[in-house]
């Protein structure tokens, strides 16, 4: 790697979780994610070994639980919505674009810093495989962010899907309400959907255990979590950028039916909230 690339460890565990579900969890499986795999699995140490190797800790199934929950959950949106352009805010390794439908009737984009860009691009020709969609490098909550987006393609007389997994945690309030703020060119009828950490009064113990596990990694990282909002106030920013909110629920709530209870490591955890918002 070269000094253009910057790898995001919080990415590659988000990537690893996903690969490991169908292997080491129980059925039923959220999803099965063989391109996160693959990615993996080019690394030496690769970190899907550390998933693989100790899948009853309980910091790395509350990280597999995490990662494929606001995955399916994208999903089964996304195809709900009928929307044909898609994006992803803070892209880093979300291999999503890459389980819809390979006839071209949904376009993809990219959108994150450009040395994140570039190390997804390095991992992808590591790993021989084609990337799902147009890359577009811009710092999230740059009042540029939707022009550049429409500089590469994007239709802004059409409404489209955004999603933001994993990000807002990593930015502080200014910088969410900013990237909020900065949406405002979209059509109406654009849906998000993004997930935010619980305030610690509102996590239960095993979401407590979780935050604290994961503070110490992603702070020694150089990726702390820099805000954690109450549903409340989540909304209230939202409503203030012009979206409504169409549902909040808790990661273990939105597993679907006949998820629970389980027999595996898998436990539900009230720490990560999921919302899904309509432009108006």
Known sequence: MTDDFTPSMTALLSAAARAAHPIVDDAPHLLDDAVARTLCETLHPSPLDYQLAHPEVPVLASARLSSCVRSTYTDDRLRASDLDQYVMLGAGLDTSAHRLPDDGTVRTWLLDRPGV??????????????????????????PRLVADLAGAGLELSRPAFVTGLGVSMYLDEAAIRRTLAALAPLAPGSQLVLDHILPPELRDEQGAA????????????????????????????????????????????????????????????????LVHAVRR
């Open 210 to 273: 979780h935050a604290t596990a994961i503070a110490v990694f992603a702070g020694g990282a150089g990726e702390p979590w820099l805000c954690t909002p109450t549903p409340d106030v989540l909304s209230s920013w939202l409503d203030e950028a012009g979206w409504d909110v169409v549902q909040q629920v808790d990661e273990a709530d939105a597993t679907g039916p006949h998820f629970w209870p389980r027999t595996d490591a898998l436990r539900p955890v009230r720490l990560t909230r």
């Open 117 to 142: 860009l570039a190390w997804r691009a390095h991992l992808f020709a590591q790993a021989g495989l084609p990337d799902a969609g147009t890359p577009v490098p811009c710092d999230l909550g740059s």
